[in-house]
C-alpha cells in the first residue's frame, strides 16, 4: 500500500531548536565574565558573525564556514581586551554544546514519527554532528550552509532545501511520498521571508530574542511552541497546494 502523502518540515536549527544567545552567554561568564558583560560581548560576537555572512552572501568575501568565523571574531573580540586570551580556543567550539529549548527534544522527536525532518542551518556541520549527539535533536537529514558555500538568506540555501526534501517525485530523506512544497519552521521572520521567497510554506514559532513578525507578514501557521505547531499540522491547518 502506497503510504499518504505527508509535508516534509525543514527547521532552522539555531535560535529555534536551541538557545544560541544564552548557551554562548553562560559559556562566556565561564571565561570570568559577569552577566552583563557576557550579554553584551555576545550580541557583539554575534552580530560581526552575522556581518561575515553577509558578506559571503554579497560575495564580498569567499565561503567559510561558520566555526572559522567564529574564531575570527573571538580572536578579534580578545585582541580587543574584552575576551580573555585563553578563553578564545574554548569559545570556538562553544555552538557545539548549544542548549535545545526545554520543548525541542520532545517536540522534535514526536513531529519525526508523523512528518518528515530535516535541518537547515547556518551551522557547519561539525557543530550540527554535535548537536544531534549531545543535545539529542533528531532529524531525518540535514543541511549546513558548509554544504552549499553560502548563508541564510541566500535563496540557493533554500533551493537546495526544497531539492532535499523534495527528491524529485518522493521525499529525498525517506523515500515516501511528500505533500507539497516542504514547510521551513523558524523563530525568525526573515528567515521565513527567504523561505517564502523561494517556493516554501512557512510556520512561526516564538522563541526569546527571536525576529518576530511583522504586521505584513502572512506565515502559513504560528503555532505558540512544538507542541502546538504538532496538533495544528495534525489538524490539517497547514495550507494545501495542488
Not at 516534509?8 to 544564552?22: E, I, K, R, S
Not at 525541542?104 to 535541518?119: E, H, K, M, Q, Y
Not at 533528531?138 to 538568506?153: C, F, I, N, Q
Amino acid at each position: 500500500m502506497t503510504p499518504a502523502p505527508r509535508p516534509v518540515l525543514v527547521f532552522d536549527v539555531l535560535g529555534t531548536l536551541v538557545d544560541q544567545a544564552g548557551s554562548l552567554e553562560a559559556a562566556v561568564q565561564g571565561a570570568g565574565l559577569d552577566a552583563g558583560t557576557a550579554r553584551d560581548v555576545v550580541a557583539t560576537w554575534l552580530g560581526r558573525v552575522a556581518d561575515r555572512e553577509r558578506d559571503v552572501v554579497a560575495g564580498r568575501r569567499g565561503f567559510a564556514p561558520s566555526g572559522v568565523l567564529d574564531r575570527e571574531v573571538l580572536a578579534g573580540l580578545a585582541a580587543e581586551g574584552a575576551l580573555p586570551a585563553s578563553a578564545v580556543d574554548r569559545l570556538a567550539t562553544a555552538a557545539e554544546r548549544l542548549r535545545p529549548w526545554p520543548d525541542s527534544v520532545t517536540g522534535v522527536a514526536a513531529l519525526a514519527r508523523d512528518f518528515t525532518v530535516l535541518g537547515l542551518s547556518n551551522a557547519d556541520r561539525r557543530t550540527l554532528a554535535a548537536l544531534r549527539g549531545d543535545a539529542g535533536l533528531t532529524w531525518h537529514d540535514v543541511l549546513s550552509a558548509e554544504d552549499v558555500g553560502t548563508y541564510k538568506p541566500d535563496p540557493a540555501l533554500y533551493a537546495a532545501a526544497v531539492a532535499a526534501a523534495t527528491g524529485g517525485a518522493t521525499d529525498g530523506a525517506t523515500g515516501e511520498m511528500s505533500a507539497g512544497p516542504p514547510v521551513m519552521v523558524a523563530a525568525h521572520a526573515w528567515d521565513l521571508r527567504a523561505a517564502a521567497a523561494a517556493g516554501m510554506r512557512t510556520a512561526y514559532v516564538p522563541r526569546p530574542r527571536g525576529d518576530a513578525p511583522r504586521d505584513d507578514d502572512a506565515f502559513d501557521l504560528h503555532a505558540a511552541d512544538l507542541a502546538d505547531l504538532h496538533g495544528r499540522l495534525l489538524a490539517g491547518e497547514l495550507r494545501t497546494v495542488d
